[in-house]
């Protein structure tokens, strides 16, 4: 039998096995689901989804409305894009959606659900979120790594100092940057011996790993909403998830080798290593998988969100000089030239802050929420939700909804000083109008650690230097196009030429 035989005999028989599921995905559903298109025969909606799906899933809300219901396949999703509609979702129908849908992406690069992103929301769930919200990302540990931050920080605005006229790729000195200062609160060294990354191939290829697992991790598997097409992995996905997996599981063995062969004390790989074989009183035993698990997380998650979002910042600034300006004078006051910017001074920096916040908005980190699933079948916005329906945060069209927002596309950061029209907005999940990581029980664990290393970042980039662009390219011209993928990312990396406008000595770390 050919291979094209085989193949046109699977697709009949995977036709006939799914007549009847067909059959009703035709026919009317007995309570009221939310607007939406019409769904095609065997692959529903997937055909109007596209290569951005925050931006095709936007465009439609504007016919179908802020809750809308899709047939993916054979899979109900419900998309909510407005602060309204997540609100009652994050509120009272928090528990309901605190599970994940079973995708290939949890399957093939997250050790089978094994991580804090896609596990079950249940007892293992909540002893990872708790052993990373009490070691990781509380406010004492926060406290402790301030300095770990504050270094990372220095060596990046040295190396920027000293990079005279060439041109840099900002968002790659970014990124080693902030998996530098990671890697020391976790493993207890730097991963990335020179931040510029000059002759070092390793940081690279992170790098590149990094962004692949984010970009094939934020596609539409096709097997994930036609089951029986699932293994003839039609467009790739499943052999490029498996490919990532396996380069960060031969990165972490190591790194997990070498941690229990050394004498490595203090950091959070220790920590959890400590906590293996005790037994949780709930979850069961704390495993290697597991913990490799939770490394790939922090490794990708957690450094490439927060270069994405500073590189973002920084291209928005180039763009709107007058801006950059006024947070540079504001800078110059509170801090001087005579040092760099410290996390002890962010609290004082109010316009900073503002362009933190809009950056935020106009480009959240994720913007497409990660899939959450209906466990029960429930009513949001007088609409009813079948059980085991996926549910999509529209984050992205949240924060520019012309409802909520006074020019929607305009990069203003004043929108969020004092008397601003959302002065007391914040990010935290609270405000549904601007929610960049989420909201309710499976809000991104790693926020606040997010939220200080980017403030932090963005500031040192803002107070220590002027930027031009390369090749002296008018800022105005500036492509700001995204990127597909989990994260947003910029199609073109922002190329610029730093110039230090600090004392010198201020650009001297260690």
């Known amino acids: 039998m050919t291979i094209l035989t085989l193949l046109l005999y699977t ?17 009317p559903h007995p309570n009221r689901l939310p607007p939406g298109p019409t769904p095609w025969p065997i692959v529903g909606n997937l055909p109007h989804i596209g290569t ?52 290939s992406g949890g399957k093939h690069i997250a050790y089978n659900y094994q991580d804090l992103v896609f596990a079950p929301y249940g007892p293992k769930w909540r ?10 990302f509380s406010t004492k540990a926060l406290d402790d790594f301030r300095h770990v931050r504050q270094e990372e920080a220095a060596i990046l605005a040295g190396t920027l100092a000293g990079a ?27 991963v990335f011996v020179d931040v510029s990354g000059d002759g070092d191939l390793k940081a690279k290829e992170f790098q590149d790993m990094v962004k692949e697992l984010m970009v094939v991790a934020g596609e539409f598997n096709i097997g994930d909403f036609i089951p029986a097409l ?25 790194i997990l080798e070498e941690h229990k062969s050394g004498s490595s004390g203090g950091d959070f790989l220790s920590t959890l290593l400590s906590l293996k074989d005790d037994a ?46 006024q947070a540079q004078e504001e800078m110059d006051t509170v801090v001087g030239r005579d040092r760099l910017v410290t996390e002890m001074d962010l609290s004082r920096l109010i316009y900073l802050q ?40 529209n984050v992205w069209a949240i924060a520019r909804d012309p409802k909520m927002w006074t020019d929607p596309l305009e990069f203003r950061a004043t929108r969020f000083l004092p008397g601003g029209e959302k002065p007391d907005v914040d990010v935290k999940g609270n405000d549904f109008e601007l929610i960049p990581f989420g909201g309710g029980r499976r809000i991104c ?60 000595h201020a650009y001297i770390s260690g």
């Open 11 to 27: 697709c009949i028989t995977g036709l006939v096995f799914y007549v009847l599921q067909l059959l009703n995905l035709r026919t």
């Open 230 to 254: 699932d293994w003839l992995d039609l467009q790739g996905v499943a052999k490029r998830m498996k490919k990532v997996h396996d380069w960060f599981d031969s990165f972490l063995n190591t």
């Open 445 to 504: 664990a790693g926020m606040n650690l997010g939220l200080k290393m980017v403030q932090l970042l963005i500031a040192t980039l803002v107070h220590a230097f002027d930027w031009k662009l390369a090749d002296g390219l008018d800022p105005e011209k500036l492509n700001m196009e995204e990127a597909p993928g989990l994260a947003l990312h910029r199609v073109v990396p922002l190329m610029v030429h730093p110039k230090p406008r600090l004392a010198h």
């Open 127 to 136: 002893m990872l979120r708790k052993i990373c919200s009490v070691h990781l």
């Open 52 to 103: 951005a799906p925050h931006q095709s899933l936007a465009a439609l809300a504007t016919k179908y409305g802020p809750l809308m219901h899709l047939r993916l396949g054979f899979v109900d999703v419900v998309v909510a894009g407005s602060a309204s509609v997540a609100a009652q979702i994050f509120k009272a129908h928090d528990v309901n959606f605190s599970n994940r849908p079973r995708v």
């Open 354 to 393: 503002a362009i933190v916040k809009e950056t935020f908005r106009l480009h959240p980190s994720t913007p497409l929420s990660l899939p959450r699933m209906a466990t029960e079948s429930c009513e949001v916005n007088g609409y009813y939700i079948p059980k085991g329906s996926t549910l999509l945060v």
């Open 280 to 325: 949780d009183g709930q979850g069961g035993k704390f495993s290697d998988i597991e913990i490799k698990a939770l490394l790939l997380n922090l490794f990708s998650a957690g450094t490439d969100t927060s270069f994405s979002t500073v590189e973002w910042a920084m291209a928005e600034l180039i763009r709107h000089p007058q801006l950059l300006k």
């Open 164 to 190: 005279g006229e060439s041109t840099v790729k900002l968002g790659e000195l970014v990124n080693v940057c902030i998996t530098n200062a990671l890697a020391r609160v976790v493993l207890g060294r730097r």
